[in-house]
């Protein structure tokens, strides 16, 4: 059965996302700088950096998201809208996407599907597992639907990208997860980032 | 001038203590396992713990920690008590203590003195400095004392021990601290902890 992981990058403070996240600013105040180690600003990704990317990355078979991740609020669907990702999204494999409320799946291109769920975290993993086969299914976030799946025990590992800002505010991912036992297997400095592996036991 | 440095040992949600602290449990529930790689259960440190907790202290020539770390509460002292640490504490170095209430020097065994300094954080780190000369100047602890030098511009260095543990509650050592500017200088895994040593800019 494929493995369920998580690569999220955290603030020293231990948030994924600033304060005063909105449909306009999804990552909050100050949580672009998250992810500059990933996609800075000149557009030189270090090579240490680069290959932790691609580690967590080329071996997801389907992720699953929360609805705001996609780009979606709290009502039906404008099913005009698209998402945040653009036309061909980063992800190649089918996304599974949270939601209250039903929607026809949203095929993009490179490979991309949105499929929308609606019935619940477990249901969504079933049917991410389904698609990924012998692949990867990462929990791609946001922070509470990390939260959902490390309280509920359904992760395996879980990749942290510490960054060393303060955002003082905002979402954490470790918040009302209970008392995860986490073993530390694999560490790798980046220039400007902490990468740590940490596998979840059972 | 010398440098002032902290090390802490910290959780992956950000605590440095746990919940329920007191006089008799001052780390607070859980809170013992943030020093398990330092002080594990069968005395066999790790080769790479043990150097890295050689470097952190080795060039100490004084602390300031807070009344609570000696082992002090609210009130004024009773003199017959001579804090946590028994007649030989780990320092061999001054100790400033920080309180509201005066006390006469307690000069312990193998070189440690706890000194009181009543009239805050800017003088004890003065009387610190003098007490150290080129040697470096250490925050002990506990995570308020660490968040008002940081707050305050004080610390050079932060040395972070990363722990894979989940507290949930307790004392946070970025809470309230502003945004500091914290640039990553060394990253070392041992085998339960990670280490990054930040240089607080200015």
Excluded at 70 to 85: A, C, I
């Amino acid at each position: 059965m494929s493995t369920v992981t998580c690569h999220i990058s955290m603030s020293l403070d231990g948030y994924v996302a600033g304060p005063e996240q909105s449909l306009h600013d999804p990552l909050g105040k100050g949580g672009m700088r998250l992810h500059d180690w990933a996609f800075p600003a000149d557009g030189e990704r270090s090579e240490v950096d680069a290959r932790v990317l691609d580690e967590v990355t080329r071996d997801v078979g389907a992720y699953v998201m929360g609805r705001r991740m996609f780009g979606g609020g709290d009502g039906p669907w404008d099913e005009s809208w698209r998402g945040w990702w653009g036309e061909d999204p980063p992800f190649h494999t089918p996304v599974f996407v949270l939601t209250h409320h039903p929607r026809d799946p949203l095929p993009m291109a490179g490979g991309t599907e949105f499929r929308f769920v609606t019935d619940g975290v477990h249901s969504a993993l079933a049917q991410a597992r389904a698609a990924a086969g012998d692949r990867e299914v990462a929990i791609a976030g946001g922070a509470s639907t990390v939260r959902q799946y490390l309280a509920a025990g359904l992760l395996d590992s879980l990749h942290l990208h510490i960054v060393p800002i303060v955002l003082g505010a905002g979402e954490r991912i470790f918040d009302g997860v209970g008392d995860p036992r986490l073993e530390q297997v694999a560490v790798v400095a980046g220039p400007t980032v902490t990468h740590v592996r940490y596998r979840v036991l059972r």
